[in-house]
């Protein structure tokens, strides 16, 4: 010890000088919460997860497990827990497999914190686990695939109620996350800084002593099988062995981070015991005792000096920027820090301030290969916190980094060099803002909506939050909230395009030219344009077409569960991506910064491209195929990574085909306040079109996508399924969003500001309605879709963005310092004091002429053109203002360079209705103002176009209406840019026919109308085509329909771009077999048409199969149906994988015997055919199994009954696989006593059957386990009686597993005395066995014994409770659960002596019970009535049946007492009559019905003692006086009258294990279940014993307990295998789960809208809501025993009582 206090002294020495390291925060735990897609466990003491089913099996040690569950006591097991007074307060090891990363007596009771989990495939959390394992693990090859995240957040000790101090504040928050692979698995704890404020536990029975039990963490394998029958102690691993120990968890680690701990948990090859991580060899685990850490923190050696460690090195090499290894690239993708946003846990009182250091995780190079995308290549990124950061110290924290794509430099510099396609680009971190404004927010600092609301959009509602505000947009609008846009509007974008691009060798500068963007929303086609490129730059950037994917991105066509990007960024954001070209390695940088959206709700982006691209030939054409990308999204940044193929046709080089990668970062501000669900982690961006062209004319580079966002792989596979809206071929206006209706329904709705039918819509002109939100002193604009608000001169907006108010001038003094300023409403005065002269911004004391200052106007003319006073010269076509000599606007303004003029007031602002265009007289601007009129449509149409750039100029090639002087549209309109020339109505709308192309002559819009008849649907299909370009061109490569001249679809139809050709009808639908490839004739489509019949059967269903793939082949392996000319199924089919053939008839049905093999001849199908008769019961039963696979063939050692020619069995039937052989009869059912092994010669079946008896005890016994397995073999480990020809015992049984020989009697009853060993000589069964005078024939013990290893099917689980029984049939002092270390001592009667309860691996000390002295009789027998309640339920246990009292519908434990005790009894089933105050219930052990009544002292009544084998459910009829119960030996149902005459037998027939019955009085019905494991089931019939029928077959196991819900009519029950609470109409239908996870449920009733059942997993009873499908209470008997059924006693009775 003093050695290694040396060592550890010594290295915290040598490491003072070398990093300080403090334990991680919780910002750099895994990310968890509810945004994170975590599960969030139930409040309480002691609480366990549903399964959480695992994608791929784990190995932990070297088992594999499929299925996990999270408690709240700080543990995670791969099977369901037990109580946690078995194991909360006991050390290593569990007898359960256990991942414990603090186990103690948690409570999160009361709120008292949270408990999250979840599996998780992602690869922010798979990268982030593989990086921190090859840290801990160099030499490891592991790529994990799944992992499993449980967080335990600010949750509390538990704490006894008694206690007089309030409750604690202590809590803690630490994290485990399971990382795995095929063959490894490897586990992580995290403690965050100040995350463990209690170190321990008070056990629960302390009996008031003040201990405190230290956590434990570490693993634990469970109990592992040991020879046949024993289980022995599996290994285990703790890491803390004192309160020290756990206090270390935080303070050092085994990772070289404090508070972060890794192990090797599991390797499926071989292990041994858990390895925990080593880094670099220094000292991972403080000595025992501990490390005083109160003044530092153990130290380990920087990453710098590993020498592995290749990661930002200044030496690296350009060409290292690509990967050296021998697969694919490989991207990781670095943790997020995405978090649940809580409270602060209090700070250890050893955590200092000066040991702050930043938790970094991302140094450290991959020596495996993780490959998490289905891309060609992988993404990798660096950690939040990068190695340049500054430690973060004091109050003062830096803004968390989203992560960063970087380059991953190989770990040894020889190894060969990627090929070309397989380099990994990198996006410096220099060239990347990730500055995105997410700050870290306290008390101090937090922003709310009374401050910062001004940063919401107008059209956004502000909320605020714990931490912050954030922004939210209005119903109709989408978006941010800080940026939102009118929801199904076209969106325009403009910007600038800057940088210099290298051609080849030649460089290219791009100085401020103009890009321009046009997306139609409503089904996400993005065109952009790009003008004055020059020649050689506009051919190479034609594959670029990611430059406009940007805006496809961010509006793209919503499919369910996405959010386009714009609802994510808003209109602040900024895009790095950097293309590699290939072959030639050339690189090309894309910046796209969004800078916001203007007063036209146009989106401005300025983008900067560097770098080099291919030279392309002049007149290349460039073709790029759809495509899909996934996008990963984090906080405050997206980022996604593709390889993209395009082909080149020239004249010069005819075709090729390059392809570039693509990685790209898109960093935006989000908010991170609100607990809204953020966006999914991954989304799936669809470009089905992608269209690119450069006009050499025009100098315009154009890109044209087609864009849909959707959840990865959640896109429809049939398209004819999709609905229009998703597939964007509706007709609705650019202006309408497309809403979808069922199936291929859907409607048009015209966007936020536009009205109209959806297909057809206007803009609102909120300005001119009245309708705006614009306030006082505030000038409307329309915009389209929409209007903004601008506010006088001397006015400025408020705090709303909508109001104006005004300016205080006088606050920035600008008048003399002599003057005092007045301030007025939008403007102000100056004016000179008493005793001086002037004009108030020159004041003198002399009244003289004096320089007066400059005025508004004449500093606003200065200012433009005062840089000639620097010798520079004003900027040209800018507007100047004229001034008059005194310094005043002059009436009348002009702009010199487009020659408009107009009329200004005293401020300078243009005067409505004023300006004239070039060339026509102005305006007489001294003429006094008439009132002026409001803007009309046309005029804020013309006015927002031609005001959208600074200049004044409208956009090149954007349409500018004409108004008169009245503002109203101009009849003939004309597009300047194209040329195109066309009539307008009113409201500016084009009317129909009047459009002429450049050139042509203009329509005469004077002319009178004729009578306007609507658009008709072909015009509608074309005109929607042709203006989604903004010049008024169809888009290149588009389908435009032709129509003639009254507007009705052209006959023949012809697609501009690929040069196929069809006929159409007059709806427009191709007519079938008319289409023609281009170069060949189009066909006659005026030919009179053949009457076209509909597609028939056959051709639906080929053409089905054939169109399943989208290059239209049927998909490899699927059968195609053949038809003949006229559509018919052909006779003869053929499966073109397999090459089995068969004849089929007119439907296409497959003709009984007609199937060859391949290679076989086939049948002729001509041949007549015999009349067809129906297929029999055989044929049905045969063919079913036989065409089970694709193939036909059956599945291997399925059984194939075998049928005659006449379709009928054949009377003896043998199993193709077993050997076995047995006769049957008609329906195919097997004759008892006629089956026989493999080898032995079969029956002789065609011989007249003797009279059939019934089967007996012995024979329902052994058919019941041989028939567990589907092959008809006994399951293997269970015990099969032998009877003999009569179907009795044989007198001597043996168990095939274990060897063990035994006599029995005719019941099958192990007889005392006779058991024997393997290898020792057998008794003679056939002799008398003397039986000694004290041995008791069959004991109590024996009788539960037999009766529990029956009800576990034969081969109880280590786990179960079985009575052991010593040699004469007493109870042994000593009773275990099964194989676990749960034991108490019993006394003689098998009852629990209290305080002997024991779970640990040495039993308790029990001495054997004497029998009772003479002169104590047992305690009678009789009845101690319940408290005085309305309602009770009544339990069986064992050899007493409890009373427990509900409250309401709680569980009263406080009143819960023992109705009846019956010595020597097992109480089975239950019942009550509600009329007479009795209880019946079934006796197992004594084979009898009783009754008691339910009043003081009353003993019980045997009704019936005859001929019962295993009673068990009990049902009882109060208002027919009829009692029902099941016997599952025998397999009967019976009924009886109330007072045990009448006795009937109702079933005897197809029942193999019934379990559970009861009675609706109501209806007189009947119900039961019958847990056959071979066809588990619920029948029903009537009282009497008619119309017997089954109700539920699909979807059961066990179905042990059954009830009634009156208040729905539905059957209701629970499943001990499939674990689930159902209900289903007595008629079958209705079905529906109430709860999916029960434990191990037995009986069941229903009262007050709760379930309550008994479990044998609690051994006790569990409350379940109907409502809420939540378990609400639970009571657990004081004695542990299984509980068995359960009845409402009630003091009148209910109404549909059963």
Same mark, same amino acid.
């Given at each position: ?12 020495? *040598? ?193 008031? @002593? ?297 460089? @290219? ?271 409307? @604009? ?199 020339? *066309? ?584 119900? *039961? ?130």
């Amino acid at each position: 010890m003093e050695r290694l206090g040396m060592l550890a002294a010594c290295l915290l020495c *040598w490491s003072c000088g070398v990093c300080l390291v403090s334990a991680i925060r919780r910002t750099d735990m895994y990310p968890y919460g509810p945004q994170s897609g975590d599960q969030v466990l139930a409040e309480g003491d002691d609480e366990t997860s549903r399964v959480l089913p695992l994608s791929r099996p784990l190995t932990f040690y070297r088992t594999r497990f499929s299925q996990l569950y999270v408690a709240t006591n700080g543990i995670i097991s791969a099977q369901d827990l037990p109580m946690e007074k078995q194991y909360v307060d006991d050390g290593f090891p569990t007898d359960f497999p256990a991942v414990a990363p603090f186990l103690a007596d948690i409570d999160t009771s009361g709120g008292r914190g949270q408990i999250y989990y979840r599996v998780t495939e992602t690869p922010g959390v798979l990268n982030r686990v593989a990086q921190e394992v090859h840290q801990g693990f160099p030499d490891a090859k592991f790529t994990p695939t799944v992992a499993v995240v449980a967080t335990w957040e600010n949750v509390a000790a538990y704490e006894e109620q008694t206690r007089t101090t309030g409750p604690s504040s202590k809590v803690n928050t630490f994290q485990a996350v399971i990382g795995y692979d095929e063959t490894d698995s490897y586990v992580i704890f995290l403690y965050p800084e100040g995350g463990l404020n209690f170190f321990g536990t008070r056990p629960k029975e302390s009996y008031n @002593v003040e201990i405190e039990l230290p956590a434990r963490v570490g693993f634990s394998r469970g109990e592992i099988p040991y020879l046949i029958f024993s289980r022995i102690e599996g290994p285990h691993y703790s890491v803390t062995s004192n309160e020290q120990s756990v206090k270390n968890l935080y303070q050092v680690g085994n990772t070289g981070i404090p508070g972060v701990w890794l192990f090797h948990t599991g390797n499926s090859y071989y292990f041994d015991n858990i390895v925990p991580a080593s880094f670099s060899g220094l000292l991972d685990t403080p000595p025992a005792g501990g490390l005083s850490l109160d003044t530092t923190t153990a130290e380990y050696e920087e990453i710098e000096d590993n020498p592995d460690n290749t990661f930002g090195t200044d030496n690296q090499e350009e060409e290292d920027d690509y990967l050296l290894t021998d697969g694919d690239p490989e991207f990781q993708t670095g943790p997020t820090g995405d978090h649940s946003a809580s409270p602060d846990a209090p700070s250890s009182p050893s955590e200092e301030p000066s040991r702050q250091a930043v938790y970094d995780i991302g140094n450290v190079p991959l020596t495996s290969e993780p490959k998490y995308n289905s891309e060609p290549g992988e993404r990798q990124y660096a950690p939040p916190n990068s190695p340049e950061r500054a430690p973060v110290g004091g109050a003062q924290q830096q803004p968390q980094v989203p992560p960063e794509p970087v380059d991953v430099s190989p770990p040894h510099r020889n190894e060969r060099r990627f090929s070309p396609g397989g380099h990994v680009v990198n996006v410096d971190e220099d060239d990347v803002d990730f500055d995105t404004g997410v700050i870290q927010y306290t008390t101090e600092n937090k922003e709310t909506c009374a401050r910062f609301q001004q940063e919401c959009s107008q059209n956004a509602f502000c909320s605020d939050y714990a931490t912050g505000f954030c922004c939210h947009c209005r119903p109709g609008f989408y978006g941010n909230g800080r940026h939102c846009l009118p929801e199904g509007a076209p969106q325009r974008v403009s910007g600038k395009v800057n940088g210099t691009v290298t051609v080849g060798s030649t460089p @290219v500068e791009l100085n401020n030219i103009d890009l321009h963007a046009y997306i139609v929303v409503g089904d996400g086609r993005a065109y952009t344009a790009i003008s004055e490129v020059p020649e050689p730059v506009g051919w190479a950037l034609m594959p670029l077409a990611p430059i406009g994917e940007l805006f496809g991105w961010l509006f793209a066509l919503e499919l369910p569960n996405s959010q386009a990007g714009f609802k994510i960024t808003g209109a602040e954001f900024t895009r790095h991506a950097e293309a590699i070209f290939y072959p030639g390695n050339q690189r090309l940088s894309i910046v796209q910064t969004g800078r916001g959206i203007d007063n036209h709700n146009h989106l401005n982006v300025d983008t900067v491209v560097s770098g080099s691209v291919p030279f392309l030939p002049s007149g290349s054409e460039v073709t790029m195929d759809p495509f899909k990308e996934i996008y990963q999204y984090y906080p405050s940044v997206a980022t996604s990574y593709s390889v993209r193929e395009f082909s080149v046709v020239s004249a010069e080089r005819g075709s090729e085909s390059f392809s570039f990668q693509l990685k790209q970062n898109i960093t935006y501000r989000d908010c991170r306040h609100d607990n809204r669900a953020g966006v999914p982690e991954t989304l799936q961006i669809t470009m089905e079109r992608v269209f690119v062209m450069y006009v050499k004319e025009e100098r315009i580079l154009r890109y044209a996508i087609t864009n849909k966002i959707s959840p990865v792989g959640a896109e429809p596979t049939e398209p004819e399924l999709v609905n229009p809206c998703y597939a964007g071929n509706h007709d609705c206006d650019t202006t309408a969003q497309c809403l979808p209706q069922q199936g291929q329904d859907f409607l048009c709705q015209c966007a936020t500001g536009y009205r109209g039918d959806g297909r057809n819509c206007y803009d609102v002109d909120e300005c001119a309605e009245g309708s705006s939100s614009c306030g006082a002193h505030a000038q409307c @604009v329309n915009l389209p879709g929409s209007h903004s608000c601008l506010c006088q001169g001397g006015f400025e907006f408020g705090f709303d963005r909508r109001s104006c108010v005004d300016i205080d001038e006088c606050s920035s003094s600008p008048c003399h310092i002599s003057a005092r300023c007045i301030n007025a409403l939008g403007s102000f005065k100056c004016q000179c004091e008493p005793g001086f002269y002037g004009d108030g911004f020159h004041c003198s004391q002399q009244e003289e002429v004096t320089v007066r200052p400059k005025s508004q106007c004449e500093q606003h003319r200065d200012s433009l053109q005062g840089g000639r006073e620097h010798g520079s010269r004003p900027s040209l076509a800018a507007f100047v203002p004229q001034c008059d000599s005194d310094g005043r606007y002059r009436p009348l303004q002009c702009h010199g360079s487009t020659g408009h003029c107009w009329c200004v007031d005293v401020r300078g602002q243009e005067r409505a209705g004023t300006r004239t265009p070039p060339g026509t007289p102005p305006k007489d601007c001294d003429r006094p103002d008439e009132p002026e009129r409001p803007k009309t449509h046309c005029e804020h149409h013309r006015d927002s176009v031609q005001t959208t750039s600074s200049e004044g100029y409208p956009i090149v090639g954007a349409y500018v209406p004409q108004c008169d002087h009245n503002g109203r549209y101009i009849p003939s309109q004309c597009h300047d840019s194209t040329g195109h020339c *066309w009539c307008v109505d009113g409201n500016g709308q084009e009317r129909d026919g009047t459009r002429t192309p450049a050139g042509a002559t203009r329509t005469d819009c004077s002319k009178p109308d004729e009578s306007e008849r609507p658009r008709t649907s072909c015009e509608h299909h074309r005109d929607g085509v042709q203006t989604t370009d903004r010049e008024g061109f169809p888009i290149v490569g588009a389908y435009v329909p032709q129509c003639d001249a009254s507007g009705q679809y052209r006959s023949l139809q012809c697609h501009g771009s690929t040069g196929h050709c069809w006929c159409v009808d007059v709806r427009g639908q191709e007519k079938a077999g008319t289409r023609t490839p281009p170069g060949t004739p189009p066909k006659d489509c005026d030919r009179p048409d053949e009457p076209e019949r509909p597609k028939t059967h056959c051709e639906h269903h080929r053409d089905r199969v054939q169109t399943s793939s989208p290059e239209g082949y049927p998909v490899v392996g699927a059968y195609v149906p053949q038809c003949d000319a006229g559509g018919q199924y052909t006779p003869l089919q053929c499966h073109g994988s397999t090459g089995h053939c068969w004849c089929v008839d007119s439907r296409g049905q497959e003709r009984t015997g007609t199937r060859t093999p391949p290679g076989a001849p086939p049948t002729d199908c001509d041949k007549p055919d015999e009349p067809e008769r129906p297929k029999t019961h055989c044929e049905h039963h045969r063919d079913r199994v036989q065409t089970t696979s694709p193939e036909g063939y059956p599945i291997v050692g399925a059984y194939v009954p075998q049928c005659d020619d006449n379709g009928r069995y054949a009377s003896l039937q043998c199993h193709g696989s077993t050997g076995h052989c047995w006769c049957v009869d008609s329906t195919g059912q097997e004759r008892a006593g006629t089956r026989t092994p493999p080898g032995s010669p079969p029956k002789d079946c065609d011989r007249p059957d003797e009279p059939e008896r019934p089967k007996t005890h012995c024979e329902h016994h052994r058919d019941s386990v041989q028939t567990t397995s589907p092959e008809g073999y006994p399951l293997i480990g269970a015990y099969v009686p032998q009877c003999d020809a009569g179907g009795q015992y044989t007198p001597q049984q043996c168990h095939g597993s274990t060897g063990y020989c035994w006599c029995v009697d005719g019941r099958g009853q192990e007889r005392g005395g006779t058991r024997t060993p393997p290898g020792t000589p057998s008794v003679d069964c056939d002799r008398p066995v003397p039986v000694a005078p004290t041995e008791h024939p069959e004991s109590v013990c024996e009788r539960w014994r037999a009766s529990l290893i029956e009800h576990y099917g034969g081969k109880p689980q280590p786990e179960q409770y079985v009575p052991q029984c010593e040699q004469d049939g007493q109870f042994s002092p000593v009773q275990c659960y099964g194989e676990t270390t749960y034991c108490w001592c019993v006394d003689q009667d098998g009852r629990e002596v209290p305080g002997t309860r024991s779970y640990d691996i040495v039993k308790p000390a029990c001495l054997p019970s004497a029998a009772p002295p003479t002169v104590r009789p047992l305690p009678r027998p009789d009845v101690t009535p319940p408290p005085n309640a309305d309602i009770t339920l009544l339990y069986a246990q064992g050899q007493k049946i409890g009373a427990l009292p509900l409250n309401g519908t709680r569980l009263d434990a406080a009143r819960s007492k023992t109705l009846l005790t019956l010595h020597g009894s097992i109480v089975v089933g239950i019942a009550h009559d509600c009329k007479e105050n009795y209880v019946y219930w079934t006796d197992l052990s004594a084979r009898t019905i009783n009754r008691a009544s339910m009043a003081a002292g009353a003993e019980p009544e045997i009704l019936i003692n005859t001929n019962l084998v295993s009673p068990e459910g009990l049902a009882v009829d109060a208002k027919r006086r009829l009692m029902f119960w099941v016997d599952s030996n025998p397999d009967v149902i019976e009924s009886a009258n109330l007072d045990g005459s009448g006795r009937r037998t109702l079933f005897s027939t197809d029942l193999v294990n019934p379990r559970a019955i009861i009675v609706v009085s109501s209806t007189g019905t009947l119900y *039961w279940t019958d847990w056959n494991r071979e066809a588990p089931k619920i029948e029903s019939a009537s009282v009497d014993g008619q119309n017997r029928r089954v109700v539920v077959t699909d979807g059961v196991g066990l179905p042990n307990a059954l009830t009634y819900d009156s208040s729905s009519g539905q059957v209701c029950w629970a499943d001990a295998g499939t674990k689930r609470l159902e209900c289903v109409s007595p008629d079958g239908s209705g079905r529906r789960v109430v709860h999916p996870s029960l434990n191990y449920p037995f009986s069941m009733v229903y009262y007050g809208n709760h379930f309550y059942y008994t479990d044998w997993r609690r051994d006790g009873v569990i409350a379940v809501s109907k409502e809420s499908s939540q378990i609400t209470d639970e009571y657990l008997p004081d004695q542990r025993s299984h509980l068995y059924g359960i009845a409402i006693a009630t003091t009148h009775c209910l109404s549909g009582s059963h």
